[in-house]
């Protein structure tokens, strides 16, 4: 009996809120600083580069690339595959918050080369609840990945693309 009343307790409160704050709530729940970067390579593998693009501040402007110059980084891309490497740590600054997120990245090349990377994504969100309302999400505000074996890249575009992002590379 006791327990019946201690759950009751705790749900009766979460009955009274509207559907539409549950959904908010539930949403938010989702979209952990961690969960974007796991959206944004499903995004990349779905070869969905508008979305992709978008979990970028600024519209994709973060990237510093033009969607064009975004899109063309990645066709010799066959699939890439993130995995988190570690504590997320989060940190606050006048009204936003960042997280650097490390990550360990897989990208196979259609050529069947493999590239693999370490480093980690920086995210930013507005904490203020004020403004653009898709500023309260979590996007994608800086990448430092360096590729294993000592040379350096950012994904994106893959390294082999730095010197030329508007063309279209050769895939041989």
């Known amino acids: 009996m006791r327990r019946v009343q201690f759950i009751a307790a705790f749900a009766l409160p979460l009955l009274a809120l509207p559907a539409q704050a549950g959904a908010q709530v539930r949403q938010q729940a989702q979209l952990r600083p961690q969960d974007t970067v796991i959206r944004y390579y499903r995004a990349l593998n779905a070869r969905d580069y508008r979305a992709a693009y978008a979990?970028?501040?600024?519209?994709?402007?973060?990237?510093?690339q033009s969607f064009a110059a975004f899109k063309?980084?990645?066709?010799?891309?066959?699939?890439?595959?993130?995995?988190?490497?570690?504590?997320?740590?989060?940190?606050?600054?006048?009204?936003?918050?960042?997280?650097e997120v490390p990550v360990q990245v897989r990208a196979q090349?259609?050529?069947?080369?493999?590239?693999?990377?370490?480093?980690?994504?920086?995210?930013?969100?507005?904490?203020?609840?004020?403004?653009?309302?898709?500023?309260?999400?979590?996007?994608?505000?800086?990448?430092?990945l360096q590729e294993r074996g000592g040379a350096s890249g950012r994904l994106p575009p893959p390294p082999e693309l730095s010197a030329r992002p508007a063309t279209l590379p050769s895939c041989a």
């Not at 979990?55 to 510093?64: I, K, M, P, R, T």
């Not at 063309?72 to 997280?99: I, N």
């Open 55 to 64: 979990l970028w501040s600024g519209g994709g402007q973060a990237s510093g």
């Open 72 to 99: 063309a980084g990645f066709a010799c891309t066959r699939s890439t595959h993130v995995k988190l490497a570690g504590p997320v740590r989060l940190e606050g600054a006048a009204g936003s918050l960042y997280a």
């Open 109 to 144: 090349l259609n050529s069947g080369r493999l590239q693999m990377f370490t480093g980690h994504y920086v995210l930013h969100k507005n904490n203020t609840g004020t403004g653009d309302p898709d500023s309260w999400n979590w996007h994608l505000y800086r990448a430092d």
